[in-house]
């Protein structure tokens, strides 16, 4: 393979995860309106579409070797390669979290909610524009932008801090809410551990750009 041709293939790599990536920020968005409407077609929908993540996440691993057996890369290749393996494997472990939410969008579909889901849209919202963000910063190797998306994270944490209180209080005066209410703890753990998945992306990126490896997940 010529120099050329294995830097096209690099570029499909990137339209590859930018593929799965949108579809990955879809499963988040869904999941949570599935949830928000007590919808549980839509539920469904979100779980059987995790096949097309996990699906992706193999073809890219697949592409991620070839492109290592066909050439001897330079480091900085390399570097991209298994940048690319991380991401995916973050990725799909995003997308599992949204069938996380669906199910318990199906587990309470037919009941009556203790109070509007306000938080927890808000969270997910949130969420989604880092994943969208974070995936930018990777494919324009933009440092500055990873670094950002990770700030944005501080956002999760505080509307998680609030909700984990807010529902820790309901649990303690009202003991009958305290199933469905657990469950909305879940979901909100969820939406944190997918905004920690985005920040290992972003450090990915910063790794890749500068070769250091850098923790963010404070």
């Known amino acids: 393979m010529t120099r050329g041709g294995f830097d096209i293939n690099l570029q499909s790599l990137h339209n590859d995860i930018l593929k799965m990536g949108s579809i990955v920020e879809k499963q988040i968005h869904e999941s949570i309106l599935a949830l928000s409407n007590q919808d549980e077609e839509l539920a469904e929908k979100v779980i ?38 991380k991401l995916v494997t973050d990725l799909e472990r995003i997308a599992d979290h949204a069938v996380d939410v669906a199910k318990i969008a199906k587990i309470l579909k037919k009941q009556k909610y203790i109070k509007e889901l306000v938080d927890i849209p808000k969270m997910a919202v949130t969420v989604e524009k880092m994943i969208h963000e974070s995936l930018n910063s990777y ?20 509307v998680y801090k ?47 750009v500068t070769g250091e490896q850098v923790d963010l997940n404070d």
């Open 48 to 85: 059987e579409n995790d096949d097309k993540v996990d699906d992706l996440q193999k073809e890219i691993e697949d592409k991620c070797v070839k492109l290592i057996a066909m050439q001897q890369p330079l480091a900085t290749d390399l570097r991209n390669i298994f940048t690319t393996i």
């Open 139 to 158: 494919v324009e190797a933009d440092i500055d932008k990873a670094y950002a998306t990770c700030k944005i994270d501080d956002e999760v944490d505080a």
């Open 162 to 208: 609030k909700v984990f209180t807010e529902l820790l209080e309901r649990m303690a005066t009202n003991p009958e809410d305290i199933n469905q209410a657990t469950q909305f703890l879940f979901v909100c753990k969820y939406l944190e551990r997918v905004a920690d998945h985005v920040t290992n992306i972003c450090e990915g990126t910063i790794y890749l």
